[in-house]
């Protein structure tokens, strides 16, 4: 029985990514190299490792004993390569996942530091709501995402990055009291939301529940970039990091909306799969921890002011006033 670790990286990858193709870029080779290691590895075990069926690649028997063996050698194929090896240089190709705020705001200085402090590790950044970013990161077509939210399951590790204050924000000409709103009155007023597939709604939903928070008009967005557009615009409340928008309230556009309670810090997370562990992940997660800045925005990414919006929006949607809300008019 003769096979060598290329061969049993091909398995691994194969079966974690459920593509030959999708392991040939993780592994920097051919599909079909990758089938050739695979089909030699078969013929070394004598016994067929995986099944081609409509649906993807799907494990036999052999192919099912053979995979935690193959994720353990893969483990300790690492250790060896950074403790043993004297060349300690980190290198790979790594797919980052990272929410619209993040990519807007800290996402460049993160690239710019690993680029500078490890040339050999590039970043291949996905921007998408928090909790599609997690599906790729279960189905292994990430190898990191960095979201909002602290415990994904005990498959996976979860690191805090930071955090960010969150605040409802409004334009002035909404005409909102100054005083602290009770959690019932924001169905007074419409609010501009975030989908379902936020990571941030997940983070507040029980605290929205537990404090009786209700809404009766609500706009949905799924663009960070829009939510503030529309704010200012005066379409209605949003909830927002409060760094991020500091600037458009320092100049009149928006204003904060006080609330009794308020929101907690939004907590930042970086995710990966326990057994997807690596020395360079875990240098772009220590990298990504000291870069975290929701500040960066107003100085170096807004290069032009926001305006007053025309017409509809992509990406944008309206859902109607629950049945039993009576909505105020908003005052001018």
């Given amino acids: 029985m003769n096979f060598t670790f290329k061969q049993l990286e091909a398995f691994l990858f194969s079966t974690k990514l459920q593509s030959f193709s999708a392991a040939a870029v993780k592994l920097h080779t051919t599909q079909s190299a990758i089938s050739k290691r695979l089909a030699e590895l078969e013929e070394s075990l004598g016994g067929t490792l995986l099944h081609r069926t409509s649906h993807g690649l799907e494990l036999a028997q052999a192919g099912r004993e053979l995979l935690p063996l193959a994720e353990e050698a893969h483990r300790l ?41 490890h040339p050999q590790v590039t970043l291949e950044p996905v921007v998408d709501a928090g909790l599609t970013l997690f599906e790729r990161l279960e189905a292994n077509k990430l190898d990191l995402s960095i979201m909002p939210g602290t415990f994904w399951g005990q498959a996976f590790e979860s690191i805090k990055v930071g955090q960010v204050d969150q605040a409802w924000i409004a334009s002035p000409r909404l005409g909102i009291p100054q005083r602290a709103l009770a959690p019932h009155e924001f169905a007074d007023y ?54 991020y928008v500091r600037p458009d309230i320092k100049s009149g556009l928006l204003r904060i909306v006080k609330s009794d309670p308020m929101p907690p810090p939004l907590v930042y997370s970086a995710v990966y799969r326990s057994d997807n562990s690596s020395p360079a992940l875990a240098r772009i997660v220590e990298l990504a921890v000291k870069t975290c800045d929701f500040k960066l925005r107003a100085s170096q990414h807004d290069v032009a002011p926001a305006r007053p919006l025309r017409g509809s929006s992509s990406g944008l949607r309206q859902r109607p006033v629950r049945k039993g809300v009576k909505k105020k008019p908003a005052r001018s």
């Fill in 77 to 117: 194929w690492q250790r060896i390569q950074h403790d043993i090896s004297v060349d300690k240089t980190l290198r790979g190709t790594f797919r980052v996942g990272v929410t619209e705020l993040i990519a807007m705001t800290w996402l460049t200085r993160l690239i710019q530091l690993l680029q500078k402090l």
């Fill in 190 to 243: 419409p609010v501009i939301e975030q989908p379902a597939g936020a990571s941030k709604n997940k983070f507040y939903e029980a605290w929205r529940a537990e404090h009786g928070f209700r809404f009766g008009k609500v706009m949905l967005t799924n663009s960070t970039t829009v939510l503030r557009e529309l704010t200012i615009s005066g379409f209605g409340i949003s909830q927002q990091a409060l760094d």
